[in-house]
């Protein structure tokens, strides 16, 4: 059973628009939540968190919105760039402290 | 700052073989994490290990193994190789500390093909 789900494989964008990337989990008792972000040959990099006190979390260009009633969160780019093409892992703690993640969504970010 | 490295980059192994991926953690980690990403899927836990003992594990078989060495290196072994077994393996490690989340750093990992 996936617990957590990300279900856009893939995403297009215009450079200097809006990039929104989805994420569903299932278990209400999740309180961490974190967004990855993986280039080919390299290991996914950490982006930005929220933890379940939140709504809302900016870091720069990139914002996460947690809809903890939906159990569904959100992570966007504002203005999307061209070095943003990437796939990005949405992932979640679980009670044990170990990271669950989402299948990625690749996000192209077209000149 | 050294950051986490993997050896080997790519293998290629045949079915029933075994197979032994290192891992260097980020210096002053003492928790490393191993994952599988198949393809077209996220990273999925296989196990962790926190001062040298074994800290968690995930829906994995026993033929799936790991060490931790005390200079926190660490190695993650699997025995009877299956086809199902190629993947991109990645190594992850954080300093665990009094919060409850630690970012976790990750290798840029091994690809393991199993013919």
């Known amino acids: 059973d996936q617990q957590v789900k990300q279900n856009s494989p893939s995403l297009s964008v215009q450079e200097g628009r809006i ?10 008792m999740f309180d961490y939540f974190l967004w990855y972000k993986k280039y080919p040959a390299e290991g996914p990099t950490f982006l930005i968190s929220i933890s379940s006190i939140k709504d809302k979390n900016e870091d720069g260009r990139f914002t996460v919105f947690l809809n903890k009633s939906a159990k569904h969160l959100s992570l966007h780019i504002v203005p999307s760039q061209p070095g943003d093409s990437a796939v990005y892992f949405c992932a979640v703690y679980n009670q044990g402290g170990k990271l669950i993640f989402g299948q990625g969504t690749e996000l192209s970010v077209k000149p | 700052e050294t950051g986490v490295t993997q050896s ?24 490393v994490s191993w994952y599988q990403q198949a393809l077209g899927q996220g990273p999925q836990f296989i196990f962790q290990y926190y001062r040298e003992e074994e800290n968690g594990r995930g829906n ?27 993947a991109l393996y990645l190594c992850a490690s ?13 290798g840029p990992g091994t690809r393991l093909t199993v013919l």
């Open chain 2, 60 to 86: 994995f078989p026993p033929r799936f193994s790991g060490l931790q060495f005390p200079n926190y290196s660490s190695e993650l072994n699997v025995n009877a190789l299956e086809l199902d077994d190629s």
């Open chain 2, 94 to 106: 954080n300093l665990r500390g009094s919060g409850a989340y630690n970012e976790q750093f990750f």
């Open chain 2, 8 to 31: 080997p980059t790519h293998l290629i192994k045949t079915r029933g073989q075994q197979v032994t991926l290192r891992c260097s953690s980020q210096s002053g980690h003492n928790t």
């Open chain 1, 19 to 28: 990039s929104i990337l989805n994420c569903d989990y299932t278990n209400s």
